[in-house]
Nanobody
Framework: QVPLVESGGGLVQPGGSLRLSCAPS????????VGWFRRTPGKKLELVAT???????DYGASVKGRFTISRDNAKNTISLQMDSLKPEDTAVYLC???????????WGQGSQVTVSS
């Protein structure tokens, strides 16, 4: 069973917006740090955005000013608002969480985002 499940991906035109969500599929510990990463064919996993509990968000240079990460600590959910999307944002987006109590890392299965006209 995948501990985190993403939703909200799909096909969007350049300049459009999408919102990704990530929620636990079952019971997991409270998450200290959460983040979004993306993977494209032939490329390494790229940091999109991360935020720790009580901290300020950190963004990858290519998405800064266009993407916004948010979290609901009570529900252990994570969101990524993506605006002004570009074709180079096309990728599989994965959410990640790190448990505060154990340091264990959890991943989602990934959600495809395609930016194309």
């Amino acid at each position: 069973q995948v501990p985190l499940v993403e939703s909200g991906g799909g096909l969007v035109q350049p300049g459009g917006s999408l919102r990704l969500s990530c929620a636990p599929s079952g019971t997991i510990p409270s998450l200290f740090a959460v983040g979004w990463f993306r993977r494209t064919p032939g490329k390494k996993l790229e940091l999109v955005a991360t935020v720790t509990a009580g901290g300020s968000p950190d963004y990858g240079a290519s998405v800064k000013g266009r993407f916004t990460i948010s979290r609901d600590n009570a529900k252990n959910t994570i969101s990524l608002q993506m605006d002004s999307l570009k074709p180079e944002d096309t990728a599989v987006y994965l959410c990640q969480g790190i448990a505060a109590s154990t340091g264990e890392m959890y991943w989602g299965q990934g959600s495809q985002v395609t930016v194309s006209s």
